[in-house]
């Protein structure tokens, strides 16, 4: 289990956020379903590197609002221009009281199809799945050596789960695949024609028709 330290955030009379942010700190808020929500503060780089490290998946928990808290990252806003992080929303979670939560995929392994030329598409690169927090795996892994053939697929019925971990996604949802490489079929452009010497020919023709021959009677 990650630690990290934080700080209850005074409201009324406290720094503002942006204050907060230029002085390497994070506005945060716990809540949850047995906890009153409190305003806290956090500093960035160490935040940053929690979430580096846990992600959304994996219990943090929380030091300096008395006895330690287990939580979940539960959201990150971040600023659109910095990437950095502006606002957290931390879970508490209740041991033995499940959470949903989405865990990421990582895969693994080789397959045979693409090894011989196929395309591999990745489709889903997080399930939903059910667990009690304190058993929340990190990530799941996707074994791509089972995809032999051109066509094969995993679906997240397929996935390997740990006990006590109950998959939420829908069973038939398409996790990875491989495709027949298709050629692209190069496209003759046929030339384009000279306007000009179209108008210029267009015009002569018209001007000889329009000639009427000279009679000498």
């Known amino acids: 289990m990650l630690m990290l330290k934080v700080e209850k955030r005074i409201i009324k009379g406290g720094a503002s956020a942006p204050a907060l942010r230029r002085a390497g700190l994070v506005p945060a808020i716990v809540y949850g379903a047995h906890h009153v929500a409190t305003p806290i503060i956090v500093e960035a780089h160490a935040f940053e590197k929690i979430l580096r490290d846990a992600g959304e ?13 287990p939580t979940l990252i539960h959201e990150v806003d971040f600023d659109p221009i910095t ?5 957290v929303d931390f879970y508490a979670v209740t041991k ?9 995929l990582v895969f693994v392994g080789e397959s045979p199809a693409v090894e011989a030329g196929a395309n591999l598409v990745k489709v889903l690169h ?11 795996p990190h990530d799941i892994k996707v074994d791509l050596s089972v995809l032999a053939e051109i066509n094969d697929r995993i679906c997240a019925k ?5 006990a006590g ?5 829908e069973p038939g949802e398409i996790v990875a695949l491989v495709q027949e490489v298709v050629e692209e079929k190069e496209e003759v452009v046929a030339p384009e024609a000279d306007i000009a010497s179209i108008e210029v020919e267009k015009k002569g023709k018209e001007e000889t028709e329009t000639e009427a021959p000279v009679s000498n009677t």
């Open 83 to 87: 990437n950095q992080p502006r606002h």
């Open 57 to 69: 998946a994996t219990i943090v928990s929380l030091e300096g609002l008395g006895a330690p808290l």
């Open 126 to 136: 997080e399930i939903e799945v059910e667990a009690d927090p304190m058993n929340l």
């Open 165 to 169: 971990v109950t998959l939420i996604s």
């Open 96 to 104: 033995g009281e499940k959470v949903e939560v989405a865990i990421p």
């Open 158 to 162: 397929d996935l390997a789960l740990s």
